[in-house]
């Protein structure tokens, strides 16, 4: 992998963390305003996951592998959870393709993350060995 696809990979990666998180956050603000005052509570319970999904989001995007791995394990556990549902009700749920997409691009951010590093570091030693 050459340092472009590794950026490329990244860059779909944080792109896609972030259009997810954006795309929820509409449906939650959606939600709240259609809500009653009883089941408020219930839509703001949606913002922390919010708040983790951005913040992995931004770590992607500051080439992070740590963060890379996490946001492609968020989507993981997503894609889990929504075929477990699909196992027991026998419908399809709701955005498991998306889910999916999803996952398949974080994956290919982690790849491009850790290619990324291993680029730069063997970069840096050629140059520095000059």
Known sequence: MKIESAQSAINGAWLTG????LLTLINAAV????SSGNSRWMVMAIIPDLAILFGLAYGVYRKNRICAALLSAYFVYLLISKA???AMT???PPGILID???MLLCLN???GAFAYHKLRQTTEQS???V
């Open 84 to 86: 477990r549902m699909w």
């Open 31 to 34: 939600a709240f305003i259609i």
């Open 127 to 129: 140059v520095s060995s």
């Open 90 to 92: 026998h419908s399809v």
């Open 109 to 111: 951010g982690v790849r």
């Open 18 to 21: 972030l259009i997810v998180g």
């Open 100 to 102: 999916g997409i999803a």
